[in-house]
């Protein structure tokens, strides 16, 4: 269940922690140490790295290649730095892009990672490496829509579709310790272009959670959309966490943090809805904590 050779905390007791921040190396606000500093502060266990890692293509919001040695380098500093005040693990948030992404288990090597979260942000069009038919489910609302008309000429459903099956085979085919943000493909939806309760929807999600569940993948209920305003529910929804307890899916908690002063936000609300979902505990990659 845990990553050999890593330390496994003492969970008798319930803990605080967060393995999702971006520093100010990709689309974060401040230095590495500033969340350390802060961690520290809120009374944190544990704390991971996990800057977005870079992409063969220009954009605003990943690790510059050039960028990727001196963030390794400083998150190591201050994992030795620190280690009587807290535990730090060393991570990424990859992103799977079929024909453009690195293998995520060569850049875990190569890069020496303790772990990585697996994402979707880009989707790519069925059949399609172009980087023309890549549509960006995670900028300005209003490219979010462009992009499923001129890449799926408007039909939101292949668009929808593509997205959770891009996931399943991310989980399949990568391996990634956590899936990051599952349904975030809903939040510039408003319900306005689709239904969740919509048979085919809830199709694609039964086929995600299967692979998860056959892979042990842990699902992060991810707290950002909530206290950005963005969303009322964490991701995944409620109805998607309640099919991961039936399931005996693993979860675990992580804010998405893009500034120190986020570590936390909404981490013991969720900690409550999970537990009234009948979750008994959360489960990072490293340790159990008890809820």
Not at 5 to 34: I, V, W
Not at 134 to 141: E, N, V
Not at 223 to 242: H, N, Q, S
Request: some cysteine; glycine content about 6%; aromatic content about 10%.
């Amino acid at each position: 269940m845990y990553r050999q050779g890593m330390p496994c905390l003492n969970t008798k007791q319930t803990m605080l922690y967060n393995f999702h921040t971006h520093s100010h190396y990709d689309d974060g606000k401040e230095p590495l140490e500033a969340y350390v500093v802060a961690a520290i502060e809120k009374g944190l266990s544990a704390l991971g790295f996990s800057g977005h890692q870079p992409l063969p293509f220009d954009n605003e919001w990943s690790l510059h290649p050039s960028a990727l040695p001196e963030y390794l380098a400083e998150a190591r500093r201050l994992k030795e730095q620190y280690k009587n005040e807290i535990n730090i693990y060393i991570g990424l948030e990859m992103d799977y892009i079929p024909g453009h992404s690195e293998d995520f288990a060569a850049l875990m090597k190569d890069a020496g990672l303790d772990y990585c979260i697996g994402s979707v942000h880009l989707v790519m069009k069925p059949g399609s490496t172009n980087r023309d038919h890549i549509w960006f489910i995670d900028g300005p609302r209003e490219g979010y829509f462009h992009g499923i008309q001129e890449i799926f000429n408007g039909n939101v459903r292949a668009a929808v579709e593509a997205y959770y099956e891009q996931q399943r085979q991310m989980v399949l085919t990568q391996k990634p310790h956590i899936i990051g943000h599952l349904d975030k493909v809903n939040m510039h939806n408003r319900g306005e272009l689709f239904k969740t309760t919509e048979a085919w929807y809830q199709e694609a999600i039964n086929h995600l959670l299967a692979a998860i569940q056959k892979t042990g993948t842990i699902v992060e209920a991810n707290t950002r959309g909530v206290y950005t305003g963005k969303t009322t529910d964490v991701f995944p929804a409620v109805d998607i966490l309640e099919k991961c307890h039936a399931h005996r899916i693993k979860v675990m908690v992580n804010t998405d943090a893009h500034h120190p002063q986020q570590l936390d936000q909404h981490f013991e609300e969720t900690k409550t809805l999970l537990k009234r979902l009948g979750f008994s505990k959360t489960v990072t990659p490293f340790f159990e904590s008890p809820l």
